[in-house]
């Protein structure tokens, strides 16, 4: 790791200001709140206590991890092959694709939810399977992007032109070349993708099925305490989980240092 | 040895409304290199893409000693390839780039790493072979890129341009020791490139090309010594072109009347193509017919460039030792030193 020397720039300060009023004072105020004891007075772990001894904490905990793993695996399995084909094919549709890549963003996810409710097929309705595919199309705009960005950033032709002609087939040229080269993109999207899965909630309770998002609103009903603390595990845990991976997937210098 | 022959035939490729390819005819024997040479947008490049399977021709067969491989997908073909742009996989240390074409060979570990070092130490990189990619210089990626292209024995090597992002002095080094290995290894080569130079240097034969189409292809002594067209001849080599007139299958130039080669139905009013070094420039004549303009002196040989009274510039290429009385400015006699002389229409 280099060392890194802290000077005061205006406008990074500005952005740490804004980022900490909007983001980091609601956290640590709701941190704050998450260990208060009422009863007793003062600080204690009591809610954080509560929340594990709770046995449908690491079912939904588990089942929306799992939700999300699903998730991220439809994401690059659709998306790394068809921003590949669309980044060398050079074709006129990719101002199109892009464009669509964007409509999650401007649909409301009740008009969604309701439009699935009516259009989908029961054996559809009747899986819960059918919620990583929905996720999937909510990521999409922040995945597409992500990704896109990473293959923009590499000489894309050129390094799948040379695979090929060393004899790598299309899914050896993606999984032993592509994807590793951009590896900060596609670890980014699976990081966008794994914590807007698991965060869902409207989707999730307009389809009625019952997530660790849902479940923890349930909770609040009769313990608001308990359930910030639920919030705030739930916040660490995929971070660490995050961390983990990210630290774990072995480092290979890809950036061009002149 | 694995290398095989190399045979295009009737070969067409259009892109939208332009003719890349038009019944493009090559043959490039067992060990041979063979250049393609041509302008930019003359379908050099495709046709090498074509026998790599990267482009899909429209029409005709590509075959590699006598199998047809027209319709195999470029991962099966067998062909190492350099590209002009730098192509190595920046996730991948050196050693690893050049194991690549055996890894997806399924080749273990332990064999292809060996090979990757015998190839390294070919090109003279064995030391570096733990670096990753962008540690390196332009020259040093390119000589990974040809060792990561010959790892796997392949049947032909493929080289599109592969020294034009390099400077002038490593353009040079590499270029003889690609032609080095090249012969040592026996490896068939089909070379594309727009530098004649380069061309006529380091191949067997060279291909001269002009709008999808091959204009003539043998050695380099050859195409220089007897161009096919005003074409070829205005391609390779510096050519002074000199308006003259054609009368009785003559044509006279400063004076004197040399025999028209004519490659078409040119008549009349026609261009007469004269090297350099086959004109002649006289000083202190008594009936001069041009000016000189300027004289570069490059050791052993002096350009001298000069203007005749009808405007017309000519260069003549001539030995030092025969040039030092020329200066601008000095009225001069030029000479024709051949019997005979290519003309194209004016």
Request: net charge neutral; glycine share 6%.
């Amino acid at each position: 790791m280099a060392k890194m020397k802290f000077n005061f720039h205006p406008p990074l300060a500005i952005t740490l200001l804004i980022l900490g009023f909007f983001v980091f004072v609601p956290m640590i105020s709701a941190f704050e709140y998450s260990i208060r004891t009422p009863i007793e007075g003062g600080y204690g772990w009591n809610n954080y206590l509560w929340a594990i001894r709770e046995e449908e904490f690491l079912y939904y905990i588990l089942r929306s991890m799992w939700l999300a793993g699903i998730t991220v695996i439809i994401t690059l399995f659709v998306l790394v092959p068809t921003l590949t084909w669309i980044h060398l094919s050079n074709s006129k549709v990719r101002g199109l694709i892009d464009g669509l890549s964007l409509l999650p963003l401007v649909i409301p996810v009740v008009a969604f939810a309701v439009g699935a409710q009516i259009s989908f097929p029961d054996f559809v309705q009747n899986t819960v399977l059918e919620l990583p595919f929905l996720y999937f199309v909510l990521a999409l705009p922040y995945a597409y992007r992500a990704l896109d960005i990473g293959l923009n950033a590499i000489p894309l032709k050129t390094i799948t032109e040379a695979a090929r002609s060393s004899g790598a087939n299309w899914l050896r040229t993606i999984t032993t070349v592509i994807i590793p080269v951009i590896r900060g993109s596609v670890m980014a999207t699976i990081a966008l993708t794994f914590a807007l899965s698991l965060g869902e909630f409207t989707l999730t309770v307009l389809l009625h099925w019952d997530t660790f998002p849902t479940w923890v609103t349930f909770v609040a009903q009769e313990n608001i305490l308990g359930a910030i603390a639920i919030s705030m595990m739930s916040l660490i845990i995929p971070f660490l989980i995050l961390t983990i991976i990210t630290l774990f997937v072995p480092e290979r210098s890809t950036q061009g240092r002149k | 040895m694995s290398s095989k022959s190399l045979t295009l035939s009737g070969i067409s490729k259009r892109f939208g409304n332009v003719t890349a390819l038009d019944n493009f005819n090559l043959e490039v024997g067992v060990g041979e290199l063979v250049a393609l040479l041509g302008p930019s947008g003359c379908g050099k490049t495709t046709a090498l893409r074509v026998v790599a399977g990267l482009e899909h021709q429209d029409k005709g067969t590509v075959l590699v000693a006598d199998k047809n491989i027209s319709d195999v997908p470029a991962h099966k073909r067998n062909m190492g390839m350099v590209f002009q742009a730098y192509s190595l996989f920046p996730n991948l240390t050196v050693e690893e780039n050049v194991a690549f074409g055996l890894q997806m060979r399924k080749v273990n570990k332990t064999v292809r790493l060996k090979k990757a070092h015998e190839l390294l130490d070919m090109v003279g990189l064995d030391s570096q072979s733990k670096r990753f990619t962008h540690q390196l210089s332009g020259g040093q990626q390119q000589r990974v890129a040809l060792a990561r292209a010959l790892a796997f024995e392949p049947e032909i090597l493929l080289l599109d341009e592969p020294l034009s992002a390099l400077d002038a002095q490593v353009r040079v080094n590499l270029r003889e020791e690609i032609r080095r290995l090249q012969l040592s290894l026996g490896t068939t080569t089909l070379f594309v490139t727009h530098d004649q130079e380069e061309a006529m240097s380091i191949s067997d034969r060279v291909g001269v090309m002009n709008e999808g189409v091959l204009e003539q292809i043998d050695t380099p002594d050859a195409l220089y010594n007897k161009p096919a067209s005003a074409f070829v001849a205005g391609f390779v080599g510096t050519m002074n072109r000199i308006p003259a007139q054609i009368a009785d299958g003559m044509v006279e130039i400063f004076g004197s009347k040399v025999v028209a080669l004519k490659r078409g139905n040119e008549s009349g009013h026609v261009l007469a193509l004269i090297r350099p070094e086959s004109i002649s420039v006289v000083a202190n004549s008594a009936a001069p017919n041009a000016k000189v303009l300027t004289r570069s002196f490059m050791g052993a040989s002096s350009n001298i460039v000069c203007q005749t009274t009808d405007g017309t510039i000519i260069q003549s290429l001539m030995t030092s030792a025969s040039t030092g009385d020329l200066h601008p400015g000095s009225s001069v006699q030029l000479h024709v030193l051949s019997s005979e002389v290519l003309v194209a229409n004016a």
